[in-house]
């Protein structure tokens, strides 16, 4: 069984609408992240979020908030959305904040704004 | 600014042969951690190995092993006796004192009967 569930598979939005990305960890683990993929682009680092508080944010464009409504929960709301926003997010988690944790990654959602 | 580069785009091999991937890596961190994931067709990423930088010993699990050359800022994963289901995309990433993994873009291995 899954132990990170991400929640659509795929997205298809159209410009300028809001979508939000469900992600919950069942690793009982504190921290959680954010990633993107973009086509011809490495994975990029989005947020991270420790005990559902948030350690960083790499994001510059605020249509991004990441939502943490419990420590295993971990969803991202992209507002006004454009088709450079078109990739597939990974939600991961780590057992603790810090360099040295391993992350784990759930399959992704592929979103594509048209 | 931390960086990672995998010069290899592809490789091809035939089943039950050792490949070796390429990852060198550019950070001004003094301590780091040094990860090795795949990615399946199915697009799920899967996390296989970790070297951290204070360690000289290189890691092994299961046939995955790596070859690290801290002088060279280099960190090869090596795979013995390939298997058709090891064909994915293999990705380097490094991690130093900012807690972000900083991704290569991919090597795509082809295991081929």
């Known amino acids: 069984d899954p132990k990170i569930i991400q929640k659509p598979k795929y997205l298809v939005a159209v410009t300028g609408s809001e979508k939000i990305l469900i992600c919950e960890q069942y690793l009982g683990h504190n921290a959680m992240y954010w990633y993107r993929q973009s086509a011809k682009k490495p994975l990029e680092f989005m947020f991270s979020y420790s005990y559902q508080k948030l350690m960083d944010n790499q994001t510059a464009s605020s249509r991004f908030q990441p939502q943490s409504s419990k420590k295993n929960h971990l969803d991202l709301q992209i507002t006004a959305l454009k088709p450079d926003d078109s990739a597939t997010y990974f939600c991961a988690s780590s057992r603790d904040w810090g360099s040295a944790e391993t992350l784990y990654f759930g399959s992704g959602t592929r979103l594509t704004v048209l | 600014a931390q960086k990672v580069t995998q010069t290899q785009t592809s490789i091809s091999v035939v089943e039950k042969t050792t490949v070796t991937m390429d990852c060198v890596y550019e950070?001004?961190?003094?301590?780091?951690?040094l990860f090795w994931y795949k990615q399946t067709a199915s697009g799920e990423i899967v996390f296989l190995i970790r070297?951290?930088?204070?360690k000289k010993e290189n890691a092994t699990v299961g046939h995955y092993s790596l070859n690290f050359q801290k002088p060279k800022s280099s960190i090869g994963l090596i795979i013995t006796a390939t298997q058709i289901e090891d064909s994915a995309v293999y990705f380097c990433a490094i991690v130093g004192d900012n807690s972000k993994l900083i991704w290569g873009l991919g090597t795509s291995l082809v295991v081929n009967p």
């Open positions: 950070t001004r961190d003094s301590s780091y951690f």
């Open positions: 070297q951290d930088s204070y």
